[in-house]
């Protein structure tokens, strides 16, 4: 027996993995591999195969492993560790793979920089005086290394300077200058400096505070809470939820944040699959200012940084409204040690309007449901943006997957005497001397569907005429085509056609004859400008297409592939559909890419309101009638008096 044999606290194969599995994953490690200094830059649950979660049973005992990503003297390795059984089951290096940047090497990046005598004399020249003040992001190099440089684990940072401790230093960027460097070595190795816009105005001259101790606040605004005497309608058994018809698993990694597993939904007395795992699995944001100081942006903030690391603790009452329910997840240092974010994950249930409602104008009788929904989010700050990952599940049977876009805008410096009309279009002036460029950002959804346990297919549907003579050429209809092979599925948004895409069992049907299924529904979506050739396109294959199909792999979880840090060729799903395989009567997965187009206005600036994203999973011939039609009516009254002082 191994001393590292552990037995695990886990409910479910798919729960996260505890501190103290992470801890032992590194011991082992550490044990059993020759490496010194290793650097552990990811330990997840090595999810086990969906055939076996499939035939999991509560109180049904199960191993647990883990997936680990490390680092040591400048190599990349991956491996499997049996926590079960304490030992290491497999152990691979990786010439060419960078993993995602870690914290602590951000931190420790941002001091480098900020003590680098040729780094401080060339912002010295810009007005920079305090250098206690600067703010440094180091960003990945990705796709514009120095060649001198390739083959390094580089970053390019990029830099700010703040008038006070507790002021917007992004409003001060430090333009043209950046600092290459290498995060293996922890040196600076290479300064870019491409001049200043104005060398008379180096640094833009006005604060942009938004703190509520900085700014003045208004007094009309009154306070709204949400108050729920009976309680939530959800059940919580560990990682477990219950809500309405609603099961499901809530899980965690650091890469994608926020985790869905073994989604299920009652359909009277059978609680039947939907979805085996659901995630939001990474990200691109490319700029477009032609400008050299910013046209080498492209971040992918979930493959590159980890979005699940940078995810905020949770504040009740700001964050979420109402009852909450709150998750701690578990992730591991770089030093392979266990570290709680409480918080990270906010579940809460939120009034979202009338879900249905009919007037029987004979009788006259009204029944009205409000259309209540449970809410399962979390929220991350990548350096200068804000996302909020939102999962909406209704009473209807409906899914719907939502990001919010806030925070301030990556921004530059433009001369003083430069107006918003000169270069409308590649960026906008928000502020004296401060430019926010045009970019869009790209979010891919990955959903593994599992409708009934069984095979599926997959059909696109849009809308056609059928009118004739007969109808006065008046007939349409929602014309579907089945999707035999992963090239045919490669496949954009159509609204004015009323395009949409559906996963149907080839098994079951419901009490019409109707395949059961799901269709997922778009809603406001954008294509990507860049020319096909673009080193943005190259390396974000995944936003060639807004919808992809293909069957699934337990290897294919990110859809620009595992190490997209540092990787400049096409990987993921433009190179797994290259083979064209077969969509017919399979286990299929979908893959949903979802686009922002953010033209920067002057009302984004400071701060900006939130950007809206989503689409939506709806049932479709998956039951045979309204599932929310037993749901009870609300009470309707208030007890506030709305008769203002005076009247009668």
Not at 67 to 86: K, L, P, Q
Not at 172 to 198: C, K
Not at 579 to 603: C, F, I, K
């Amino acid at each position: 027996m191994s001393k590292y044999q552990e037995s695990t606290t886990a409910d479910h194969p798919l729960d996260p993995l505890t501190a103290s599995e992470i801890e032992t994953a590194a011991e082992i490690v550490a044990a059993e591999t020759d490496l010194d200094g290793v650097q552990y830059h990811n330990i997840t649950l090595d999810e086990p195969p969906k055939t076996a979660v499939k035939s999991f049973e509560p109180g049904d005992s199960f191993d647990r492993a883990a997936t680990v990503v490390a680092r040591a003297d400048g190599e990349t390795y991956e491996g499997t560790v049996s926590i079960t059984d304490g030992e290491l089951l497999e152990w691979e290096h990786l010439p060419d793979a960078q993993p995602a940047v870690m914290p602590e090497e951000i931190e420790e990046a941002r001091a480098v920089v900020k003590n680098d005598p040729e780094w401080r004399e060339a912002a010295a020249k810009r007005g920079v005086e305090n250098f206690d003040l600067v703010m440094v992001d180091p960003w990945s190099a990705s796709g514009f290394e120095p060649e001198a440089h390739k083959g390094k684990r580089l970053c390019r940072a990029i830099s700010w300077i703040r008038t006070s401790e507790n002021d917007n230093g992004r409003a001060r960027p430090i333009e043209g200058l950046f600092a290459f460097v290498d995060l293996d070595e922890m040196t600076v190795v290479e300064i870019e400096d491409n001049g200043v816009p104005d060398s008379d105005s180096p640094l833009p001259p006005e604060d942009a505070d938004y703190r509520a101790d900085r700014v003045e606040t208004r007094d009309d605004f009154e306070h709204l809470d949400v108050v729920q005497p009976d309680g939530p309608s959800w059940d919580v058994d560990g990682n477990t939820v219950e809500w309405l018809d609603w099961e499901l698993q809530v899980g965690w990694t650091a890469r994608e944040g926020l985790v869905f597993h073994d989604v299920k939904f009652d359909d009277g007395d059978e609680s039947r699959r939907v979805l085996h795992r659901a995630s939001a699995c990474e990200m691109a944001v490319p700029y477009g200012d032609p400008d050299p100081n910013h046209s080498w942006k492209n971040a992918f903030d979930i493959g590159e940084y980890h979005v699940g690391r940078m995810a905020n603790e949770l504040t009740e009452g700001c964050d979420c409204l109402g009852v909450m329910k709150y998750f701690d997840v578990e992730m591991n240092t770089i030093d392979g040690e266990a570290e709680t974010l409480e918080s990270a994950i906010c579940m809460h249930e939120e009034d979202d309007g009338v879900l249905w409602k009919h007037t029987e104008e004979r009788k006259p009788h009204t029944e009205v449901r409000r259309r209540r929904r449970l809410v399962i989010s979390f929220i991350a700050t990548v350096y200068n943006y804000d996302y909020g990952f939102y999962w909406y599940f209704y009473p209807d049977g409906s899914i719907e997957a939502e990001v919010r876009l806030t925070g301030v805008d990556s921004n530059g410096v433009v001369p003083a005497d430069e107006t918003a009309e000169d270069t409308y279009g590649q960026y906008a002036i928000v502020a004296p001397q401060v430019k926010a460029p045009i970019h869009q950002h790209f979010f891919n959804f990955r959903l593994d569907f599992d409708i009934d346990d069984s095979p599926m297919r997959a059909y696109e549907v849009h809308n056609e005429p059928t009118g004739s003579e007969r109808n006065r050429k008046n007939g349409f209809r929602a014309k579907e085509t089945l999707l035999e092979r992963e090239n045919e599925a490669r496949q954009d948004i159509d609204p004015l056609r009323g395009r949409y895409w559906r996963i149907a069992s080839s098994e079951t049907e419901n009490a019409y004859g109707r395949s059961c299924g799901y269709k997922l529904e778009p809603h406001t979506n954008v294509s990507a400008p860049m020319k096909p050739t673009s080193s943005y396109m190259e390396r974000s294959g995944f936003i060639q297409n807004h919808f992809w199909v293909t069957p699934h792999d337990d290897d294919e979880l990110f859809a620009a592939g595992d190490y997209p840090n540092l990787n400049d060729d096409t990987t993921g799903l433009p190179e797994w559909t290259e083979q064209d395989r077969s969509l017919v009567d399979e286990d299929l997965v979908v893959w949903y890419t979802q686009g922002v187009n953010h033209v920067p206005r002057a009302e984004d600036w400071p701060v900006l309101p939130v950007e809206i994203a989503s689409f939506h999973l709806k049932p479709e011939g998956f039951l045979d009638s309204n599932p929310s039609i037993s749901l009870p009516p609300e009470p309707c009254h208030t007890e506030y008096d709305l008769t203002s002082p005076g009247d009668d």
